[in-house]
């Protein structure tokens, strides 16, 4: 394949997803493309199957329908552990996974998937905490450490994989607005000076509005709207199917279902 042609091809291609628990189609006929080094913002409302749809891209579910194209190779029944390899990640729960480990720790482990070489691990570890401003933190464990701190440390974690696409479930949640800041800060970079290419799912508007490429609108496990920030805000399907038909968006920015 041509350099040309690889560039072109899409980061992510999902094509007719479809995933249901008994009876409850969580996600159906799910498409979207995501192009390499792009942002992508995943909205819908508590329920639509954002989780769902990042769970089965990552290959913790199993689709009953489609196909899932990473960097032009089907991944649909590839392991966790080969879409990990592939460049596929997302913010690992290390509060649940790496209790017994310090911040340095959590991030070798990761960088395992890249290196075999302890010292290699560590460099890659210790490189990114101290970009991400964790280096005084490293021989933590995360009990130890602040809200805040612990989402950097799974950040961490997951850079430590070396993703080249990154999937982030409501990363912002519960963080000050000098916190969500500084995420948008350390995002850019990620997107921009090493070409991660990233899926946000957020609940709090302005991060998504303010930093995706396009959005991607998710309604009772369907998508209902795809398109440019400016194109979603004003679509009269996301206004009146996701918003309701007296929707408001509080002060926090964020959507809220009338009543
Ligand atoms: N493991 C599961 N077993 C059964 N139902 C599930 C499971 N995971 C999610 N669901 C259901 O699928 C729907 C979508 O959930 P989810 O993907 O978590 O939505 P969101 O992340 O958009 O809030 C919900 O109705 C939820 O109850
Ligand atoms: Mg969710």
């Not at 792009?38 to 990042?54: D, R, W």
């Not at 032009?72 to 879409?83: E, F, H, L, M």
């Not at 070409?195 to 309604?219: A, K, N, P």
């Not at 805000?233 to 959507?255: M, R, W």
């Amino acid at each position: 394949m041509s350099i040309n042609m690889a560039k072109s091809q899409p980061m992510l291609e999902v094509v007719g997803l479809g995933k249901t628990f008994g009876g409850l189609a969580a996600n159906a006929d799910v498409s979207f493309s995501v192009a390499r080094g792009s942002i992508s913002g995943l909205i819908g409302p508590n329920g639509a199957g954002k989780s769902t749809l990042f769970k089965t891209i990552l290959g913790v579910h199993r689709p009953d329908t489609g196909r899932i194209m990473l960097d032009g190779q089907d991944i649909t029944q590839a392991s966790q552990q080969s879409r990990c390899r592939s460049g596929l990640c997302c913010t690992f729960q290390i509060s649940e996974s790496f209790t017994e480990m310090d911040v340095r720790e959590s991030a070798m482990v990761a960088a395992y998937c890249r290196t075999s070489r302890r010292s290699e691990a560590r460099s890659i570890a210790d490189a990114i905490l101290t970009d991400l401003g964790l280096a005084a933190r490293a021989g933590r464990r995360n009990s130890e450490l602040n809200a805040f701190e612990r989402k950097k440390a799974e950040l961490a974690t997951a850079l430590a994989t070396r993703p080249k696409l990154l999937l982030l479930d409501e990363l912002f949640a519960g963080c000050s607005l000098g916190e969500i800041s500084e995420l948008i800060d350390i995002l850019g970079r990620l997107n921009q000076r090493d070409g991660i290419t990233l899926i946000i799912v957020e609940h709090v508007l302005h991060v998504i509005m303010s930093m995706s490429d396009q959005v991607i609108v998710l309604e009772s496990g369907r998508i209902i709207e795809t398109g440019t920030p400016e194109q979603v805000s004003t679509s009269p399907a996301v206004l009146k199917a996701y918003l309701g038909e007296d929707y408001n968006v509080d002060e926090h920015q964020q959507f809220r279902r009338p009543g």
